[in-house]
Each structure stands twice: as structure tokens, then as C-alpha cells.
């Protein structure tokens, strides 16, 4: 009877050992497998440094089409796109960071620093005045900003003329450079684009406008100015160009 008993103790102790082995070599094959979701962190690429008012690119390879792109950024910018672009300014200038998904997998984030330069006009008139080809000069004795009609405007007037320069929205427009609109004063194409326009003075006054060409938005001690530099204006059968700054007062 004792033998059987040590028999079958040894056979439960045999049995036992068995599958921990078993378990054992289980769990180190368990350890060997490679990961699935190592995925590589994302490489950015950018037109840093980028002028203010032009748009900053932010770019990453194509991974898949499973893969979303999760973008953060200074000023509360958030994007999915592969590609997004963001409209260069003081307060976009900063850290952007990048996260890629691929199914259940989380890339690690990467970032990148983005710097913004102050755009600088090609040309330095005398503030408050503006240099005609076929018309007096003006000088402004008044320039104020204004909205009006939820459109942001610089409103500028002296005894030779008016200048009126108006912006997409009612926002008060970051420093930078704006596109003059070609469809001027029937729409506006996006954000960063302005309508101006001059007022002869004299006996007979006209309208002209401008369609093409650049102005370039600064501000000096907190009040906005704008700067134009050899800008093509139109009306009444006749074309002139125009150089000018206003600064507004209040």
C-alpha cells in the first residue's frame, strides 16, 4: 500500500512539474514576440521662418490610409489633416506638435518650433501721406479705424483726397501682409486679403481701386498702420500708381 501511495505521489509531482515548464516556456515565447504597435516617431517638416501674414506648412509623410494625423499647435490650433497650412502671425509662431494613429497603435509625439518675422514693406513713405503719379499728393489729417457693416476699416482723410482700406471681417487685423483683393468691393476671397481705394479731391472727385498688390499691416505704440508701395489704381478711364503710410489715431 505505501508503495502505490509513492507511486502516485511521485506521478502528481511528475504531472505538476510538467506544466510548469510548460507555462514557463509559454511565457518566454510570450516576452520574444515583437511588438506590434511600435510605430516610429513622425518626421515634420515646415517653411519656418515664415513672414507674417503668408501661411506656415506644416508637412509629414504619407504613412497609410489608415493613419489619422492629430496636430496642436500656439493659439489653440488643432488640425487632421496630413498637410495642414496656418496663417503665419505673433501668435501662431511657437511649438506644433504631431500624433499619428494607425488602428489601435499610437505614434510618439513629435514637434517642432515654427518662427514668424515681421514682414517689412518695400518702400518707406512719410507717415500719414500718400504719393500720387497723375494726382497731388495727400496728406491725412485724419485717420481713424472703424467697423462698419462687420468689416474692419481704416478710414483716412485730407484736403486732396480720402483713403479707405477694408478688411474681410470685423476682426482687428493681425500684423502681416495682405493680398488687395481683384474682385474688390464685390468679395472677399479669404481672410487675408483687403479692399483699398482712393477719393480724389478737387472740384471733381472720383473713385478709384485698387486690384492688385500687396499692403503691409504693422502697429506702432498699439495703433495699426499700413503701408502700400507703388500700387496700380483705376476708375474714370484712368490708371495712376500710388505710394503711401497712414497710422491710425485712435
Known sequence: MSNKKNFFLMLFVFINAFFLIQCSSDSSSDDSEPD???????????NSPV?????IQLETPFLSTMAEYYWTGPNGF??????PTVMASTASAG?????????????PTATTTVSVTAAVAPCSPTNNTATLSSFPNMTFN????????DQYEINANGSNGDLTITFANANQPTAGVYEICPDCPTSFLNANQVCISIVTGGTFSYLYRAHTGNVYISYVSGKISATFCSIAFSGNSTTFTASGKVTTSN
Do not use: H
Open 142 to 149: 485724419s485717420v481713424l479705424k472703424s467697423t462698419l457693416l
Open 36 to 46: 506590434p504597435c511600435n510605430m516610429e516617431m513622425p518626421v515634420i517638416t515646415t
Open 51 to 55: 513672414t507674417s501674414g503668408s501661411n
Open 78 to 83: 488643432t488640425s487632421n489633416q496630413q498637410n
Open 95 to 107: 511649438v506644433y506638435s504631431l500624433v499619428i494613429t494607425e488602428g489601435a497603435c499610437t505614434s
